[in-house]
């Protein structure tokens, strides 16, 4: 059986489609690390995990459309529901590998929150996420815990990212217009300010591992239920568009 | 950075094999990314990582001098000439 986006209520279909959008912008932008990680290795490693998490976004855009090319690269900005978090550039190494630990410690608890969905397909899903993401984490931890047991120098680079990307990153859980509608379903198993409370707590344990006391920020602002793209991002989708705009009736 | 030599060993009874080299900063930090390297399209089951500082190498004057000694290469043939006569074959 394939289910479509009819059979879910708008407030279903707003969730899956932020956490597609999410998984589809962070991946594009680990992606952009190819041929220029830090060696090759690591180059090679940071856009496998690029490749996992646009494997998830296609995964949960099939659930949400026949036409998963089109929904993914040529709506209008207004109509994605990605994060800030996802949208940013973070050119810069600590940017980003701050960006990656943040971001997988939230898609941990969203992958939790759908492990027993009333949807089969998302079970499914979630399931063989959190295969790929147990990686994911590691390989965050393995460069974070080195860092913060290395020079000044690198825990002040990874405490700066941290104090700017913090904000965004608990910008994740600020809930989407009818959440509560794909609670009711058992579409997913718990609210936005649940998951944030736990993301909280997983993270502070983090910090803490690593001997990084930090003053808690609070979330940006701006975002309004993911409904506003952050500054930047006509620029970000038209690169993403490049290829898919040359012949938009192609078949591939 | 240390330099690792990767070998991949798919199931079955095929043996390990020396599959390439990768460089990493430890241990643990070299596995994940030898796994991405060398091992994310499945090409292995099980996967050895040596670090080349830990590799036995022999010098070339040790190996070189049995290069020239065609009696140690048997091909075969001259025991399977033999068994064919004695068959009456040949």
Redesign the interface.
């Known amino acids: 059986m394939s289910l479509t986006a009819t059979d879910m209520s708008p407030g279903t279909i707003e969730w899956l489609t932020g956490f597609a959008d999410d998984e589809h912008f962070i991946g594009s932008r680990h992606a952009s690390w190819i041929g220029l990680g830090p060696?090759?290795?690591?180059d090679?490693?940071f856009c496998?995990i690029a490749q996992d998490e646009l494997g998830h976004a296609i995964a949960l855009y099939e659930l949400l459309t026949e036409s998963v090319d089109d929904f993914a690269l040529l709506r209008t900005p207004a109509d994605y529901r990605s994060a800030w978090l996802c949208e940013l550039p973070c050119e810069k190494w600590n940017y980003s590998l701050v960006r990656h630990w943040l971001y997988d410690r939230a898609e941990e608890l969203r992958w939790e929150s759908l492990a027993s969905s009333t949807i089969p397909a998302l079970q499914t899903l979630a399931a063989r996420a959190e295969r790929e993401e147990v990686?994911h984490r590691?390989?965050a931890d393995?460069?974070l815990s080195?860092l913060a047991d290395g020079d000044d120098y690198g825990r002040a680079q990874v405490l700066t990212a941290v104090a700017e990307l913090l904000p965004y990153a608990l910008a994740l859980w600020e809930p989407v217009e009818g959440e509560n509608d794909a609670l009711d379903a058992g579409v997913i198993s718990t609210a936005s300010a649940d998951l944030a409370a736990s993301y909280t707590t997983r993270v502070e344990g983090d910090l803490d591992r690593w001997g990084f006391e930090i003053a808690w920020p609070t979330a940006i602002e701006g975002q309004n239920c993911r409904t506003v793209r952050s500054a930047g991002f006509e620029e970000f989708l038209q690169s993403l568009q490049e290829v898919i705009v040359l012949d938009p009736n192609a078949t591939w | 950075?240390n330099t690792y030599e990767v070998f991949l060993k798919k199931a079955g009874r095929e043996e390990f094999r020396h599959v390439g080299s990768?460089?990493?900063?430890d241990p643990?930090?070299a596995l994940?990314?030898?796994?991405?390297?060398y091992a994310?399209r499945a090409e292995g089951d099980l996967m050895w990582l040596v670090d080349r500082d830990d590799l036995i190498v022999a010098n070339e004057a040790l190996i070189a001098p049995n290069a020239d000694k065609p009696h140690r290469h048997n091909d075969g043939k001259r025991v399977a000439d033999r068994r064919k006569r004695e068959r009456g074959e040949a």
């Open positions: 060696f090759l290795e690591e090679l490693a496998s990686f590691d390989h393995l460069y080195r | 950075m990768m460089q990493a900063p643990e930090l994940p990314l030898a796994r991405e390297s994310r």
